[in-house]
């Protein structure tokens, strides 16, 4: 094993690459060697602004160890670590791929023990949000702690599939829920011929996409972006229409949407009649989203928030309350996932999902372990460049 381990430290404004002398491996822990890590716009959101997605203060300590988008081989196991961790697959043994939860949870304080809202626990830690070392992916090595919840991916999973579950999770989670709550304002309950939009075909945006396609292959999904190669993949990835922010206006999109809706087989419910359910997975811009989002749902439609993810980043709205009332609209946020969404999605991946519909097909950039490549890796995602980018930390 090596002395020294590189990593990235990562500060507002400032990454930089740092060296840990490599500790010894507990009993109760596994070492696992990084194959590949992303870059997340929550990272990207951090880097520019200092706010760290903690779910009760949104504050971190810096310098911040990055990376919570990560795939990974067992290097060494503690010889008590099979009987310290979560194991939801069959063990995995040195030399086995493997996902494990970001989520490192108390198991102590009434969130996690009384009421099952693990992502709420007052006591837990965040693999790639934390400021201890070999806790971040931006690494070489990660320790993984007693108490992590831990899969074995199947051997089809090359890293680049493994490297975007955790994105893929959090589309799965906020489709999850945008479905039940549409069988509860459906006298019928069938999403799978309804009609959908999604804002933002980033990572996130067309994870949310392959998991509607996935859950409801009939249902129509209209994706919004500013970029052509995004919607690119959307289309590639199941969208049956996209419409391009910067060749529409809002009310050409508002109109565009409705005449959709409009023209389904639908009982005849009015002029206000639009869209079953809206996500948004932009993570900025709100001013000009949560508005024509409201505006184009139909009365009891569902509109999801799922792209701001870090506070001061993805700006303010103002919208008349009786939009919500009048059409007793559904608008709820996606704060990260429970345990249940990732044993499914890593299900589905297990089982070739990722085959059928190329997720994984997103990464458009490979990024070196080097300040200068992360950081240009993150500006280039603010300014939407690519779809993902991805780091190789054994990439010379």
């Not at 400032?14 to 060697?33: G, N």
């Not at 639009?274 to 900025?284: E, S």
């Not at 044993?343 to 085959?355: C, H």
């Amino acid at each position: 094993m090596p002395e020294k381990v590189k990593m990235a430290g990562t500060w507002p404004g400032k990454v930089e690459i740092l060296e840990h002398s490599m500790p010894t491996l507990k009993d109760d822990q596994i070492l696992v060697r990084v194959e590949l890590t992303g870059i997340c716009g929550t990272d990207a959101h951090v880097f520019e602004k200092g706010f760290g997605p903690h779910r009760i203060s949104g504050k971190v300590g810096y310098p911040l160890y990055l990376g919570h988008e990560y795939v990974g081989v067992v290097e060494k196991k503690g010889k008590e670590a099979d009987k310290k961790m979560f194991y939801h697959t069959e063990v995995p043994q040195e030399g086995d791929r493997i996902w494990w939860g970001v989520d490192h949870y108390c198991y102590v304080c009434d969130w996690e023990t009384m009421y099952g809202w693990q992502q709420w626990c007052l006591g837990a830690f965040f693999y790639g949000f934390d400021e201890v070392p070999f806790h971040g992916a931006w690494s070489r090595y990660v320790i993984i702690e007693p108490g992590t919840h831990i899969w074995k991916l199947a051997k089809h999973i090359t890293p680049e599939k493994g490297v975007v579950v955790e994105p893929y999770i959090v589309g799965l989670r906020a489709v999850d829920k945008v479905l039940t709550l549409l069988s509860i304002s459906e006298k019928e309950a069938n999403p799978d011929a309804d009609l959908f939009v999604i804002y933002g075909a980033g990572a996130i945006g067309n994870a949310a996409l392959t998991a509607l396609k996935t859950s409801a292959p009939n249902s129509i999904a209209i994706v919004v972006d500013p970029n052509k190669h995004r919607l690119e993949m959307a289309k590639k990835l199941g969208a049956d229409y996209v419409l391009n922010v910067k060749e529409t206006t809002k009310e050409e999109r508002i109109k565009f949407v409705k005449e959709i809706a409009t023209s389904m087989d639908r009982p005849r419910l009015g002029d206000r009649w639009g869209v079953d359910a809206v996500i948004d997975c932009t993570g900025k811009n709100a001013d000009v989203v949560i508005p024509e989002a409201i505006e184009i749902l139909r009365p009891m439609g569902v509109l999801d928030e799922v792209g701001a993810f870090t506070a001061f980043t993805a700006g303010k709205f103002t919208i008349d309350p009786h939009e919500i009332c009048a059409r007793e609209l559904f608008f709820v946020g996606s704060w990260a996932y429970p345990l249940s969404t990732c044993d499914k999605a890593i299900k589905q991946v297990n089982k070739g999902l990722f085959d059928k519909k190329p997720y994984y097909e997103i990464i458009t950039h490979r990024r070196r372990l080097l300040a200068e490549d992360i950081t240009d890796g993150i500006k280039s995602l603010l300014a939407g460049v690519g779809i993902k980018h991805v780091i190789d930390p054994w990439k010379e």
